[in-house]
């Protein structure tokens, strides 16, 4: 069975830095490109970075290009997301995902992690 | 950058009616359209994908349609339990994606 399991969210004062974690299991992590999606309170989704499965490439939304830094530790299986200078438009639940919907029409997602930028 | 446009972006029906959402792509994006659906305080959840294909386990009542820049998720009679909001999402340049503003569904 996969399962994600995000942590590492949290209350962080705007300009700080924050690093997700994504433990996975039940599948060859290394196998698969990972992403997180993130949603404000209220909100919709946003997709927010993906890592292609060796960790080589990197792929980023304008909204989080330059602060955010996606990496991979397929000897953990863990995918994590480092977030610096944040601000208050960041705080939302961060799901990490496993896209397969063009190879196998199906995806995994996590439960999420809330993270609050608030002073 | 390709953006989704979803319409409307809420809607109140009756029990047993047909409901259609409607997903604009602003360049074609062959059939790479998928449709989510997220419950209250719940993760997101695939209904259909290239289109039209049903996620297994879906019930039939949903459908969806559409190929290039114009796509329709369509729920064939509403229940109690469809109640939530519906995303559409374009995976054309995966692993990036980008998402639809959601459709949000409620009951009259």
């Known amino acids: 069975e996969v399962q994600l399991v995000e942590s590492g969210g949290g209350l962080v004062q705007p300009g700080g830095s924050l690093r997700l974690s994504c433990a996975a299991s039940?599948?060859?992590?290394?196998?698969?490109?990972m992403s997180w999606v993130r949603q404000a309170p209220g909100k919709g989704l946003e997709w927010v970075s993906a890592i292609s499965g060796s960790g080589g490439s990197t792929y980023y939304a304008d909204s989080v290009k330059g602060r955010f830094t996606i990496s991979r530790d397929n000897s953990k299986n863990t995918l994590y997301l480092q977030m610096n200078s944040l601000r208050a438009e960041d705080t939302a639940v961060y799901y990490c995902?496993?896209?397969?919907?063009?190879?196998?029409?199906?995806?995994?997602w996590g439960q999420g992690t809330l993270v609050t930028v608030s002073s | 950058d390709i953006q989704m446009t979803q319409s409307p972006s809420s809607l109140s029906a009756s029990v047993g009616d047909r409901v259609t959402i409607t997903c604009r792509a602003s360049?074609?994006?062959?059939?790479?359209l998928a449709w989510y659906q997220q419950k209250p305080g719940k993760v997101p959840k695939l209904l259909i994908y290239?289109?039209?294909t049903l996620q297994s386990g879906v019930p039939s009542r949903f459908s969806g349609s559409g190929s290039g820049t114009d796509f329709t998720l369509t729920i064939s009679s509403l229940q109690p339990e469809d109640v939530a909001t519906y995303y559409c999402?374009?995976?054309?340049?995966?692993?990036?994606?980008?998402f639809g503003g959601g459709t949000k569904v409620e009951i009259k």
């Open positions: 360049q074609g994006i062959s059939n790479y």
């Open positions: 290239a289109a039209s």
């Open positions: 039940g599948f060859t992590f290394s196998s698969y490109a």
């Open positions: 995902a496993n896209p397969r919907i063009a190879a196998a029409g199906t995806d995994y």
């Open positions: 999402q374009k995976y054309n340049s995966a692993p990036e994606v980008t």
